[in-house]
């Protein structure tokens, strides 16, 4: 079971460039989100989905874009890299937007901008 | 927005005693809490969770327990085993948003 899977695990970026975090998810679910992990702070939300074509905003959306054309793939674009989001990036699946429906995280990709 | 605080951030145990992991939250609409363990280079997995109708929750040797008036959570792990090694994170939920804790680093010396 494939479950939520994140491409790349590892990418290293140089200030200023763009790149893509690819997030897929073989259930069916309806809400799909990203976070960054970071030493000492926890999960942080970025951006989430509660369905096709709706995103929105997390607690630090910004140099973050996101999009959802289909129910399956959720991709994360940083717009131009900056040091301050090296970091750890999960994407995250749950059944239903709805309270108290457990949410899956793909294996992480880690992320260093030099 | 929820604010939730995870103690202690790090815990060593031996083998076989139990361990306890405990959060506070702040919002009173928060309304169902998780908890994760997270092993080295992997994604956070869940372990067991607790809605807000529900005092306690057992699963074989792991519990966990709320009280609402105090808005505090807990995870209580007994006879504990080096595969219990992780980082345990707790989060609270309002709705679609959940908030977590900045984890507890759980060791198990043989």
């Known amino acids: 079971n494939a479950g939520v899977t994140q491409t790349p695990k590892f990418q290293v970026l140089k200030t200023g460039q763009s790149m893509t975090l690819q997030c897929a998810q073989d259930?069916?679910?309806?809400?799909m989100s990203w976070y960054r992990q970071d030493p000492g702070m926890g999960l942080r939300l970025i951006h989430y989905?509660?369905?096709?074509?709706?995103?929105d905003q997390g607690e630090v959306p910004n140099g973050y874009n996101v999009s959802r054309s289909t129910t399956e793939d959720f991709p994360l674009r940083l717009l131009s890299a900056a040091p301050s989001q090296t970091s750890v990036y999960f994407c995250?699946?749950?059944?239903?937007?709805?309270?108290?429906?457990?949410?899956?995280f793909g294996e992480g990709s880690w992320l260093t901008v030099v | 927005g929820e604010n939730v605080e995870q103690h202690p951030s790090t815990l060593s145990v031996q083998e076989g005693d139990s361990a306890v992991i405990k959060c506070t939250y702040s919002?009173?609409?928060?309304?169902?809490f998780p908890w994760y363990k997270q092993e080295l280079g992997k994604g956070p997995q869940l372990i067991i969770d607790?809605?807000?109708?529900?005092g306690e929750k057992k699963d074989q040797r792991i519990a966990v327990t709320l009280n609402k008036t105090a808005k505090h959570f807990s995870l209580h792990i007994t006879e504990t085993q080096p595969e219990d090694s992780a980082v345990y994170f707790c989060?609270?939920?309002?709705?679609?948003?959940?908030?977590f804790g900045t984890g507890t680093s759980l060791t198990v010396i043989p």
């Open positions: 607790i809605r807000s109708n529900v």
């Open positions: 995250a699946s749950s059944y239903s937007a709805r309270t108290g429906n457990t949410i899956y």
């Open positions: 919002d009173s609409a928060s309304n169902y």
């Open positions: 989060a609270a939920s309002i709705g679609n948003q959940f908030y």
């Open positions: 259930m069916n679910h309806e809400y």
């Open positions: 989905s509660v369905g096709a074509g709706i995103t």
